[in-house]
Each structure stands twice: as structure tokens, then as C-alpha cells.
């Protein structure tokens, strides 16, 4: 049985200050309509329930040190690229996370959150990038290619 990773309570609204808009780019394309995700409130929350994404749009999702991380698509609407980099900016794994049925009236939580794929980062990763499915292969992105977020100067955006 898989842990619950995200608890209920967590799904209250962010504390966390306003969202942080940072661009980015990625494999020549500015992404103007990044959002970040830097405490753990967003972090958790990330891009459920969204019914659409810009198409310079996505969320960068920042931890606090490099580890070994999972995404799910809990609550998401919308088909999204992942892509997770390592500290030195480097993509050490790119998914094409599907929308996933929704949770049924009658499913408990704990079937609904064990039956959600886990797409890895295969490597300690200090970040990862949400974008529309479909990007990453119309970019020709590819693990070991670089992004720079230019993470000193956000992390200090981190709560």
C-alpha cells in the first residue's frame, strides 16, 4: 500500500505568500508564465484542478535540498510534461504524466491515491518543471540537457 503523500489537511489553502512568477527557459523557449511552487503548501497543491495552462505557462517546483522525488497527478485536469533537475540545472528524468480518472463517489482516498502512477526522478533532483504534454518532445528536451532556473536567487524566495 502506498503512503498517502499529500495528507488532507495539506491541501488547505497556501500560507505561502504571493505566487512567484520566474521565467524560464527551456530548450529555447521562454516560458514567461511560469509559476513557482516553494513552500510546501504549493508544492503539494502544484497544478490540481486547473483546467488549462498557457502555453508559456507551467510551475517550477523547488526543494530545499536534492533528493530523490515523485509526482502524481492527483486532482489534475490537464495532460503535463514533468521534467526534474539535478543542482547543477541538468534534466535527470522527463515523464509525460496523463490526466488520471477522477476519484470516484464511492472510492476511499486511500484507493484512489494507490491506484495514481509515481513518475520518478530517477536521481536526487532540487527541482522540477511542469509544462504542457507535449512540449518536452516538440523541444527535442532530453535527460542531461541544462535549464537554468538560477536557483541561488530563487531559493531565497523559499519559505
Known amino acids: 500500500m502506498k503512503h498517502l503523500l499529500f495528507p488532507l489537511l495539506a491541501l488547505a489553502l497556501c ?6 512568477k520566474w ?14 511552487a516553494l513552500c510546501d503548501e504549493d508544492r503539494i497543491r502544484g497544478l490540481m484542478f486547473r483546467e488549462s495552462l498557457p502555453e508559456d505557462g507551467g510551475m517550477l ?5 536534492p ?8 486532482n489534475t485536469l490537464i495532460p503535463l510534461d ?18 488520471e480518472p477522477p476519484q470516484g463517489k464511492q ?16 536521481k536526487p533532483a532540487i527541482a522540477a518543471i511542469e509544462i504542457n504534454a507535449g512540449l518536452a518532445a516538440s523541444l527535442k528536451l532530453k535527460v542531461g540537457d541544462k535549464v537554468e532556473i538560477f536557483q541561488k536567487e530563487l531559493a531565497k524566495h523559499l519559505k
Open 15 to 20: 500560507a505561502c505568500a504571493e505566487s512567484l
Open 23 to 36: 521565467p524560464v527557459e527551456i530548450g529555447g523557449m521562454l516560458f514567461e508564465n511560469m509559476e513557482t
Open 107 to 122: 472510492e476511499p482516498d486511500e484507493d484512489y491515491c494507490d491506484r495514481l502512477p509515481s513518475y520518478p526522478s530517477v
Open 67 to 74: 533528493e530523490k522525488h515523485g509526482f502524481w497527478m492527483r
Open 61 to 65: 517546483f523547488l526543494f530545499p535540498k
Open 82 to 99: 514533468i521534467l526534474f533537475l539535478d543542482k547543477e540545472g541538468r534534466i535527470t528524468a522527463i515523464h509525460t504524466m496523463a490526466v
